[in-house]
């Protein structure tokens, strides 16, 4: 059990980084069994250990980062697609019934609809070999949609972030650190706007193009508009001209690729939002005996500021027991000489081991 001395009581609790990893190196050594038993572990102080190290630490692996597909890749994958749906439908377009215009843009727009499953119904396969092709293009075009549009989409929004933000504030001198700071404060907020007005104006020009093209009436135009980018799909109201068809390829696929990341960046705003008002809750709710007990890790009577933070980032729900349990179980993986602490020999041992 370490000893406390009356300095160490009147320290504050939160008295630096510094001095945290200085009193962490000690206990880390005296006491490694009942680290390997506490609920989390101990901090590192990632500016202490720099000043430590004379030369340059090998890399890391770069992790897993979001699947952001280069728009050559995404072309690519989407024409590939596209050309071997439409030769396909094209081929097989007698065994499709409904109301036909172009041979081989009633191909490209059976693809399109099929991909987005939308399934106005005016266009249905009616052998087993129409089926059947109608299966394996609906699955693969929604992976398509979902993995490559919808994260090629994505990145697109995050790249035009920056310039909405300098948008905002044209007149006012901002500098490059604050628009920075106010991008990832408020990054899935001007998501939600960005995405907002895009699906707005793609539901006008869609709106338009009916009531203007295809002779609809308003509220039907926007009832079709509404049941397309929804991928509701009932079939009653749909593209039935050669030129209504022509716009419906790119237009059906530009608005549901939006509109799935609307809601998704509405629920990322949500979660988003619970997140920030327990972490206010936290920070700002008295800490009582129970809690001060918990975040004694070791049991030593003290609560170092690593335990502190610790036991509120668990509060917060920013990490779990299983995250501290496989943090702790890579340091004892790197801690070869099993000092309490990693050290630079550490980790070309721990590298060679590997």
Request: hydrophobic share 45%; net charge neutral.
């Amino acid at each position: 059990m370490d000893t406390i001395s009356n300095d160490d009581m009147d320290k504050p609790l939160l008295s630096g980084l510094e001095n945290a990893s200085n009193q962490f190196e000690g206990k880390l050594r005296s006491s490694r069994r009942r680290y390997r038993r506490c609920r989390s572990a101990p901090a590192v102080d990632p500016v202490a250990e720099k000043a430590k190290v004379s030369g340059p630490l090998p890399l890391s692996g770069q992790g897993f980062h979001k699947f952001h597909p280069s728009f050559k890749q995404v072309f690519v994958f989407l024409g590939i697609y596209i050309g071997v749906g439409t030769l396909c439908f094209f081929y097989i377009q007698k065994q499709i019934d409904g109301k036909k215009t172009n041979g081989v843009i009633d191909a490209i727009y059976f693809c399109i609809v099929t991909m987005t499953t939308v399934g106005y119904g005016d266009l249905v396969p009616a052998s087993d070999v129409a089926k059947l092709l109608a299966c394996a293009f609906v699955f693969t075009g929604m992976a398509l949609v979902g993995l490559i549009l919808g994260s090629a989409a994505d990145y697109l929004v995050e790249k035009q972030e920056l310039y909405f933000i300098k948008a905002l504030h044209v007149r006012k001198k901002v500098s490059p650190s604050d628009i920075v700071k106010e991008l990832q404060s408020n990054r899935v907020k001007y998501k939600v706007v960005m995405i907002s007005g895009a699906v707005f104006v793609l539901i006008v020009m869609g709106t338009v193009y009916l009531y203007k093209i295809e002779k609809l009436n308003l509220v039907d135009a926007f009832y079709c508009v509404c049941s397309t980018i929804t991928t509701l799909g009932y079939g009653d109201k749909s593209f039935s001209t050669e030129g209504g068809r022509t716009f419906a390829i790119i237009w059906i696929l530009i608005s549901t690729v939006c509109v799935a990341l609307l809601f998704l960046y509405l629920a990322e705003w949500a979660t988003e939002h619970r997140q920030q008002s327990l972490a206010k809750w936290v920070l700002t709710r008295k800490m009582t005996f129970l809690d001060l007990e918990a975040a004694d890790m070791d049991d030593d009577g003290v609560v170092s500021p690593a335990e502190f933070v610790i036991y509120k980032l668990k509060e917060m729900e920013k990490i779990s027991e299983e995250d501290v349990s496989r943090i702790l179980e890579e340091f004892d993986n790197l801690d070869v000489d099993k000092s309490g602490t990693l050290t630079l020999s550490d980790l070309a041992l721990a590298h060679q081991m590997q």
